[in-house]
Nanobody, 119 residues
Framework: QAQLEESGGGLVQAGGSLRLSCTASGGTYFMGWIRQGPGKGREFVAAITWTAGTPYYADSVKGRFTISKDNARNTVYLQMNNLNPADTAVYYC???????????????WGQGTQVTVSS
């Protein structure tokens, strides 16, 4: 029942920053981000609990990415700093339990937004 829409992707030079946004129109699932690079499987990036705001991160992005939320707007954000070419992927906003999201799984998906990082 949840509908997710993300935005904010683009092309950026290595070391640069981008901020992704995702707005949910329904559902009560936890929200997070999962990415898929070219020729790769889906990889968990980050997630956040809705009430307490407890964040979870993949080791590959810890210290560089920050997930946050705005309950009033039903929106989750992903601030991505110090980007490198390995971060190049389609980034999907996703909704499910924290446990499922951390496995790269979700019941609901956004359409995806492309992030490309040049050397």
């Amino acid at each position: 029942q949840a509908q997710l829409e993300e935005s904010g992707g683009g092309l950026v030079q290595a070391g640069g920053s981008l901020r992704l946004s995702c707005t949910a129109s329904g559902g009560t699932y936890f929200m997070g981000w999962i990415r898929q690079g070219p020729g790769k499987g889906r990889e968990f990036v980050a997630a956040i609990t809705w009430t307490a705001g407890t964040p979870y991160y993949a080791d590959s992005v810890k210290g560089r990415f920050t997930i946050s939320k705005d309950n009033a707007r039903n929106t989750v954000y992903l601030q991505m700093n110090n980007l490198n070419p390995a971060d190049t992927a389609v980034y999907y906003c996703a909704a499910d339990s924290i446990q499922e999201l951390r496995l790269g799984k979700a019941k609901y998906w956004g359409q995806g937004t492309q992030v490309t990082v040049s050397s």
